[in-house]
């Protein structure tokens, strides 16, 4: 079936990359797409300077932040565990709001690098209340119980911080809205974390058989779960930086890839991000087509399919 997943997938990348550039509030035909590159064409500002980004960008999130997900899977070993579930997205959303509500002039190129900041110090907090070997259920509870802290605090900012709140508003929602090339270029740099991500592949096939099987086998098990785990929250971070904490697709694009292709991880991590991609894609496509000129966030198409999934998980895992 893997054989035959990688054309498959992306054949569905591809004609949704090109949906994502013909539909809209605006339809355009795909000549008129093709013109649309050129700088004398109508649609030149509707494609290449508006949705060309847009889409770009939904695909290196999509990838980046499912990517972020199956490394948490399978290195915790935890079919519950992803950034968003253990509140490390909201973590790194917390850190960006204090940034642009408590310093609204500053350069949004630290964004990033405050995110991470978010992230990495949610993970640290979740580790040290539960400790290197807590159940699935305990790992998620913890896990949303902070985010909704996180949350909590991130409301409380923007009520004394009124003047600011439309931004951090908007941002929240987790929406690929207004982004274009300035946001492609600050993620651009974090694609570096992939290939890391992709060496980490056969050390993790080893872990997932115990930490005694993997010593034995010559892998660092506390070396390979911090560099997963700071990866991840790497990728995770960068992503929320840019368009907003995006929920449960690090979650169910993991999962999704597992039943397709199996739990190999030389195979399961890229065709992770090809199917984190689509699934983005497919969302903001929805989005601002199902009822243009009004724009929905991508981050409530993926919620809506991704919070009963995590109930269904959460429940078959008690």
Known sequence: MSLKTWPLLLVILSLLLVANLMFGAVSISFEGILNGFQADSEHYFTVYEYRFPRTLLAMMVGAMMALAGALVQGVIRNPLASPDVLGVSHGAGLAAVTYMTLFPTSDIAWLPAMALLGGFSAAFILWWLCGNHSSAIKLAITGVALGALYASTVDFLMLVKPLEINNALLWLTGSLWGRGWNQFFILLPWLGLIPIALWLAKSLNLISLGDDSAISLGVNANTLRLTSLAVAVGLTASCVAICGPIGFLGLVAPHLTRKLVGGQHQILLPCTML????????????????????????????????????????????
């Open 275 to 318: 199917v984190g991609a689509i699934l983005l894609l497919f969302a903001d496509l929805v989005a601002r087509t199902i009822d243009p000129p009004i724009e929905l966030s991508a981050g409530i198409m993926t919620a809506i399919i991704g919070a009963p999934y995590f109930l269904w998980l959460l429940f078959k895992n008690k």
